[in-house]
Nanobody
Framework: QVQLAESGGGLVQAGDSLRLSCAAS????????MAWFRQAPGKEREFVAA???????VYADSVKGRFTISRDTAKNTVYLQMNSLKPWDTAVYYC????????????????????WGQGTQVTVSS
């Protein structure tokens, strides 16, 4: 089992950068596929980025080239570096962990993730 706690959200201007952190306690993040999802007001929770157990990554088209997911197993933490932020990136960002060895597009599905954090708010002003 793993517990996840996100941090690093805040209010920024368009074009700025933020780095979100997802600190895990319990089992190491290396045992899981780890992902970031986000949910804007009135919208469904959507996939942002994921890193598989083997270390491969996958991104939503809307963030490709701007966001980078990484993990540090020594710190038991997963990060989401967000550059060139846009107003439509405004959302609550959630960290998730899944006990799967899958890679690629499978990691974009909410249903494969077993554990979720409480979320951190990111607001991007224009």
């Amino acid at each position: 089992q793993v517990q996840l706690a996100e941090s690093g959200g805040g209010l920024v201007q368009a074009g700025d950068s933020l780095r979100l952190s997802c600190a895990a306690s319990g089992r190491n993040v290396g045992y899981y596929a780890m992902a970031w999802f986000r949910q804007a007001p009135g919208k469904e929770r959507e996939f942002v980025a994921a890193v598989s157990r083997s270390g491969s990554t996958v991104y939503a088209d809307s963030v490709k080239g701007r966001f980078t997911i990484s993990r540090d197993t020594a710190k038991n933490t997963v990060y989401l570096q967000m550059n060139s932020l846009k107003p439509w990136d405004t959302a609550v960002y959630y960290c998730a962990a899944g006990l799967t060895s899958d890679t690629g597009v499978v990691l974009t599905a909410r249903g494969i993730y077993d554990y979720w954090g409480q979320g951190t708010q990111v607001t991007v002003s224009s």
